[in-house]
């Protein structure tokens, strides 16, 4: 690991305050909005397919979020995405409930296979079923026997790494221990709070905020995608210690985005719990 | 009244985390997800025709809300009903805003007639609405002409109670004061607070918190639905009892939520203020 | 500036409660109906094009927000804004992201060219953008060259005046300075607080309060639309001075609809911080 790249990852959000194009659930949407423009970039949400070359074309960053998708915002992904392979720009899949539904599973493998995805982000169960090898997804949530533990470490990030090096993107698979792997290097993440899964949309605004510092930071997105899940997890603890008796999961959610909105560069590396794993 | 079950309701929901699928408006639902964590279940939303059917299938308790309903969620609404009406499972329907539009009223009334609904849940104008009796509901608000009063308590709880019986579902009518009937036995709840229709979404909320309740309690949907109208109605008023001078409707909707979120069986019974209408 | 206006306008939305219809995009529609809940009105949400006609029949003023357009909902606009036209009541248009793509650009023009709109509010790219006079919108934000200052506010506030000679409407353009004009007129706001462009949604919010205060106030929407940038720039301030070192944008975003719902008569003309400008 190379913590000076934390500081400097953050940092550039903040200077380039780059726009992200996303193409995601309306459960969450409102939460991946305010999410990007704390961590310093700007938002942008549109899935009309007449609509999306042109927002595509202003846009640093794509994410596409499979939560609530539907025929025509698929039609819509196909075309972003395509409009972002032609420009170079980076591409972050965040597969919501792929293996719950063959609907879900055939459109990630679809767009994986067609686009230059730079970041895949999703729970286990969503990345095992990109590869047909998933227990059965628990609608949008893991699968129990999916779950990253000390024990399976490992052996998920070399399945991790295996996966990157076949699709060519970085792979952040979150959970307890969030994994983050190009084909070369895994690191292992344990910051973040149980409250987390207490919310809805934790993992999507994570994926907007990987698509940011992968857009602020081009040339380094393994670096990049791993300071986006040390940013969101450091914001999951900060909030998690500001609860009071009276709080619960709405509380916590305002007081995530919160954390991230005041999170900066030193405070990236002096709270980051990221080891290699080999 | 069995005041035994609220406890075992809610703790149900928490032992079990019943998968939710909703099919609902776009307005409220990050809300209906937080909900449905806080008490204890899973959400799961999803509103395409070639989705619903799979999602379905994994899902022990559906929401049809049609808030802000439209062609591809209408059918989608359609099929995921057919499947749980196969796969024996309960669906919870909410006609907002039905007596407002044509199509809302039309199509809440021909989701009902021909899907074995388990719960009905809305606004006394709403609810006559289904049974062509209403005066013109005021947008997604009840009709002042059709609150429910000390007065007509009596006469309201029979017509849920004949609603009941007529479609088989129970009838969930909400207002200051609830009621929450089945052919048999009308309840009145009287937990609540006026703060609840300052905010978005309380009664989706509620429709939410019924299908966790009834999917968690499979075999006394009436006691389940009461269990789920108290546990909204008591989170009111801990939230409104936190309020501060500075706070408004945009932070009581947070507390609504937290205090879902930290409910338990004996705050449920404790506060319960449930009474037998006959 | 007529200062007893700003009074009885708060004051005559809370007496009529009017219904807003709000066709608008999916990513801040929650904030948008808690607002108009918090101001005294209140929202129904709907862009299906078989229902808009029936529940633009019962509303007093309608907003047509192009944030998340799509083919369904721009003929939902069509529609529902032929019904207002027809039944003379009052239409506000929040051209977002004109400028940003054709399909937005060409939409909001469409609406504008054959709607009798009352109130057009955007920022200053978006507003140009109508014209055809823009630099290119930098997403949903302002392009940094169209910012009013000190020193272009005359040419801007009479930019205003000549758009709503040339449109029949009153024109609000939003930022740091914010100017409300019809022919005639034009002043300058210098209400609110830089915090609002950190959160999603402070632009949508306004255009709903400006909808709810012009059909509350019909005979008089240039002050009508006035006292609605004072509200929310109010707003703003006061949730701004609420924030504490742990807050960011996500509690600034529910202090400021905390705020609107807190405002009367008396503190917005205590703060109210309006000049003419010639």
Redesign the interface.
């Known amino acids: 690991m190379r913590p000076f790249a934390l500081r400097s990852a953050i940092q550039n959000v903040r200077d380039s305050e780059p ?1 992200i194009h996303c193409i995601t ?7 991946c ?2 999410a990007l ?2 961590c310093g970039a ?7 397919p ?2 999306v070359e ?2 595509a074309s ?2 640093s960053g794509l994410v596409i979020n499979i ?6 915002s698929i039609e819509a992904m196909r075309l972003a995405g395509a409009r972002f392979a032609q420009l170079g720009r980076p591409i972050v899949l965040d597969p919501v ?1 792929a293996g ?5 599973t055939e459109t990630a493998c679809t767009l994986l296979d067609t686009l230059p995805v730079s970041v895949i982000r999703g729970n286990m169960s969503e990345i095992k079923a990109l590869v047909g090898a998933s227990a ?1 997804t ?4 893991v699968n129990p026997d999916d779950v990253t533990t000390e024990e399976n470490l490992a052996q998920n990030a070399e399945f991790a790494r295996s996966l990157a090096a076949k699709t060519g993107a970085v792979v952040v698979i979150t959970g307890a221990i969030d994994i983050v792997a190009d084909s070369a290097t895994a690191y292992a993440v344990r910051n973040g709070s149980p409250l987390m899964g ?4 934790a993992g999507c605004v994570l994926t907007c905020l990987v698509a940011a510092f992968v857009a602020a930071n081009p040339d380094a997105p393994l670096e990049a995608a791993l300071a986006a899940v040390v940013c969101e997890g450091l914001a999951g603890q ?1 909030a998690a210690n ?1 609860m009071s008796d ?6 916590f ?10 999170l900066d560069g030193d405070a990236l590396e002096a709270g980051a719990l990221v080891s290699r794993v080999d």
């Open positions: 726009l659930n309306y459960v969450t949407v409102n939460d909005a305010n423009l704390a700007s938002p942008i949400m549109t899935d009309e007449k609509d042109d927002i202003i846009c939560g609530t998708l539907n025929e025509r409930g719950a539904s063959r609907l879900r059965a628990r609608g949008v949530d207490k919310m809805t949309g900060i500001r009276s709080d619960g999961n709405a509380s959610r305002t007081y995530l985005i919160d954390a991230i909105f005041r």
